[in-house]
């Protein structure tokens, strides 16, 4: 098929972050998104309430069957992402859900469109043991590969996507939620980080929201399929340095005034031991080590495919910095906006 010939696309995951925006990219085809719940639906042509750790992802037979005959292609998008849940839920919702995608996918005779993550590559190049026992993103990327892994011995015809952690749009800093990176940041601009965590020789790797859709959407326009995509800025990543000054302007420009704080490879001693650092704050930190962790045993800079998709599929590579900058801009305005509403009704 031509990517000009209008078509079906089933879209799990519609109501997430980037399930928004790829439904964005696909239009004028005609979406038909599976969502977990009844709030805040996405704006395609036809929304299901689905459950990917159910039989027929939650669907009524007769959904299914309609699904089978009408979808030409399946983007899943849908998954648990919240890092440090127990094992059988990312294996019931990301590694069950695959499989029951699959299944649907076979039964329509459409590719498969895969979101994964970059953070695979740790497992990839047999790394985890640079990663503690309890690194809250262990069991999410075992989850993931796992699934990329099902799909790639199925028979169906697939690509998959590995984007790296969302920031927001890269022309507007927009998002529908705020992102990992963006809590990560929140915290720092309060000048509550004793220290910023990083292996040596780690890039700050983010990717904008929109690059992430526009790559993932037009994958699946141009049916070339077969592949595996990074969706990473690799090499021109920022430095971890650079991070830390975005953040330090960002507050500067809104009226607070924070430190630049030392930045330490967490296998070394730490300036304050985690356990005497308040509670909100170590678990930030915690945070900032595992996925330090991850992206280290990752080689500490990812392999990139945006050469390649700028290339072949014309997809954009905006600045990262200035689509970080952005989104934090764009979150702290949501942020404002929401006292200022909130203290004109307390007037009121």
């Known amino acids: 098929m031509q990517t000009n010939v209008a078509r079906t696309i089933l879209l799990t995951g519609a109501s997430g972050v ?6 964005e990219q696909l239009r004028p085809h005609r979406v038909i998104g599976l969502v977990h719940s009844d709030t805040s639906q996405p704006d ?64 329509a005779d459409a590719p498969v469109h895969y979101v994964s993550t970059c953070f695979v590559h740790a497992i990839e190049r047999d790394e985890l ?13 075992r989850s993931k590969l796992d ?15 590995r ?44 990717i904008p929201l929109d690059v992430t859709a526009i790559a993932i959407a ?17 090499a021109d990543a920022m430095t971890v340095a650079q991070a830390q000054e975005i953040l330090v302007a960002h507050s500067a420009r809104n009226w607070r005034e924070i430190p630049r704080v030392p930045i330490i490879d967490p296998r070394l001693p730490l300036p304050v031991p985690l356990a005497d650092i308040p509670a909100t704050s170590r678990a930030f930190l915690k945070v900032l080590i595992d996925v330090s962790e991850v992206t280290h045993a990752c080689g500490g800079v990812l392999p990139t495919s ?5 290339e072949g599929l014309d997809v954009p590579m905006p600045s990262d910095r200035d689509a970080y900058r952005r989104s934090l801009t764009y979150w702290t305005n949501v942020r404002n906006a929401a006292r200022h509403k909130a203290t004109i009704k307390e007037v009121a």
């Open 163 to 206: 984007p790296t952690n969302l920031v927001g749009d890269s022309r507007t800093g927009a998002s529908s939620q705020p992102q990992i990176v963006q809590a990560m940041s929140d915290w720092f601009c309060r000048g509550k980080a004793p220290f910023f965590p990083a292996h040596k020789g780690n890039l700050v790797d983010v």
């Open 147 to 161: 699934s990329e892994r099902l799909l790639q011995d199925s028979g169906v015809a697939w690509n998959i996507h």
């Open 218 to 234: 037009r994958g699946v326009l141009a049916d070339d399929l077969g592949h595996i995509r990074w969706l990473t800025y690799g």
């Open 306 to 310: 945006m050469r390649e998709l700028v």
């Open 44 to 107: 395609v042509a036809e929304v299901l309430r689905s459950d990917l750790a159910e039989p027929r992802l939650g669907l009524s037979q007769w959904d299914w069957d309609r699904l089978a005959d009408e979808v030409d292609a399946i983007v899943h998008s849908g998954a648990l992402t919240e890092w440090g849940q127990p094992w059988p839920r990312y294996e019931a919702i990301n590694i069950g859900g695959t499989r029951r995608v699959i299944e649907l996918a076979r039964a």
């Open 129 to 141: 043991a640079k990663l503690g026992p309890d690194n809250v993103v262990r069991p999410y990327i």
């Open 18 to 23: 980037i399930g928004r925006a790829v439904a």
